[in-house]
């Protein structure tokens, strides 16, 4: 039997490979080293251009270097209009009297907004009153304003038999509505509760048309309720700034021909109180512009004299009183809710659908 052959042992053929691929890794690095090896560098004769850099950094500066002269401060006492004279303290631009008659009194078209032309307008700047104070602070101001910077004596002494505003000492004291409401204008307010649901929220804005001194509107801001205060200026001075003074919104303003300068919908109800608004005439044009102002289901509160209230109802519901006023009551949508809101006095409410 022959012998078998060592060298196709296995283990040996590993052994043996092992060994080569050792040995050709030792020549390797053998002949890398001496490769490696480099001659000695020779020393250079010619010197080198070689120089010294500076690596110091110069100091930043961040002063400005750009200046720009301050402009002169102005003079106190400069003054770019000087001061109109001593009669313009209660000029309106758009509402001067001596305009007024250039215009046509039909319809109180003359107590419209009639502004002036540009080369009409005055360049000066309006006065202020004669030592003028500050106004008291709101409610105090609803009772009480300085005579000095209301100083129209002739509006007090004509009012005073209407008991609606009077000068004692320097101050002038409006007392509870005057003879426009006779049980004041706090138990006027407390009948139109009744009717009118004024602590609901529901009622948030009023427009007061002929307000006189806007007793009216100031009482109703104990409901927070804000009233805009309408009247036109009259021979009793500008009423409109007494309730100004007083810390009520109000403009000068007039039903005549042009629409009020209010948006539709605007308020949620609209009063007028003995005000002399012809509201049955010319087709009924001033009721269709409350109407206008009014939003879908506010209130329209008109009180006066028996007489003016029953013509005016007559108006609207189709009587005798007014032209084509029954056509405009209709357009209107308007319910009477009371023809009488308390005793002695007379009153309408209605409101619109």
Known sequence: MAKPNPLKHPLLKYFISILLVSLSYILGIYNNSNNSTSPPLQEQKQPLNCHKLNFSLSVLDFEPHHTLP??????????FFNFCPPNFTNYCPCHDP???????????????????????????????????????????????????????????????????????????????????????????????????????????TVLDVGCGVASFGAHLMDYNILTMSLAPSDKHEAQVQLALE?????????????????????????????????????????????????????????????????????????????????????SCCAAVLEESCREGSNCCVEKTK
């Open 70 to 79: 301050l402009p002169p401060e102005p003079l106190k006492n400069q003054q």
């Open 98 to 204: 001596s305009r007024e008659t250039d215009f046509t009194a039909e319809r109180f078209f003359s107590r419209e907004r009639h502004c002036p032309e540009p080369y009409e307008k005055p360049q000066c700047l309006v006065p202020r009153p004669g030592a003028y104070k500050r106004p008291f602070s709101w409610p105090k101001s609803r009772d009480y304003a300085w005579f000095k910077n209301l100083p129209f004596k002739k509006l007090s002494e004509v009012k005073k038999t209407q008991n609606r505003v009077r000068l004692e000492g320097d101050l002038l004291v409006f007392p509870d509505g005057g003879t426009s409401f006779r049980k004041g204008v706090k138990g006027y307010v407390d009948e139109i509760k009744r009717f009118v649901p004024l602590r609901s929220g529901s009622i948030r």
């Open 246 to 330: 007083r810390g009520v919104p109000a403009m000068l303003g007039i039903l005549s021909i042009h629409r009020l300068p209010f948006p539709s919908r605007s308020f949620d109800m609209a009063h007028c109180a003995r005000c002399l608004v012809q509201w049955t005439k010319y087709d009924g044009l001033y009721l269709m512009e409350i109407d206008r102002v009014l939003r879908p289901g506010g209130y329209w509160i008109f009180s006066g004299p028996p007489i003016k209230l029953e013509g005016y109802l007559q108006g609207v519901r189709g009587g005798s009183s007014g032209v084509g006023a029954s056509k405009v009551g209709r």
